[in-house]
Structures are given as structure tokens and as C-alpha cells.
């Protein structure tokens, strides 16, 4: 057992380890948030269900569609958003 010293009591060490596992429980909640928020994303970009997909792949594809999305409405606003409106359709797969 390490000796205590003067100033680092059963107190102040029982303190630190209680910080300790506030920050883990802190870091674990965000972390879940965070790939809640990115399965979220996933779901809305086009793509087969079945593929298992990793949190890179989801960001980078919704990175794609969300460009391609962007693109295609530039076109619109450019030609008038008249006659294309209702026929133009959003053709663009991400899936290999």
C-alpha cells in the first residue's frame, strides 16, 4: 500500500477517483450521443440496409449525398425551378 502524504488524504484521494469515474461516465454519454446521432444519418442516406456500415462510411456517404443533394438544387434555383421541378429526381447512389 503507497504511504499517504500529508497532503493527499483518504478524502481528497477517494475525490480524485470519484472525478475519475464522473469523466468516464461523462466521456461514455457523449460517445453514445454521438453514434446515435451519426446511426441517425445513416439511416437517411440511401443505401441498402443490409450493408453494416461503419461510422466513417455513414459520414462519408451523407458527406456525398448531402453535396449531390447541394448540386442539384443550384441546378434548380440556375434554371428557374420551373418545368424540372416536378420531374427531376435525385439519382445518385453511394452504395458499392
Known sequence: MPEMTENETPTKKQHRF???IFSH???RHRKKKINAGINRIGEL???SP???QSKNMILDQAFKYITE???QN???LLNGGNNEQGQFEIVFYLCP
Request: net charge positive; with cysteine.
Open 45 to 47: 442516406i440511401p443505401c
Open 74 to 76: 443550384d441546378e434548380l
Open 50 to 52: 443490409a450493408l453494416k
Open 25 to 27: 461516465l461523462v466521456e
Open 69 to 71: 443533394l447541394k448540386r
Open 18 to 20: 470519484d472525478k475519475r
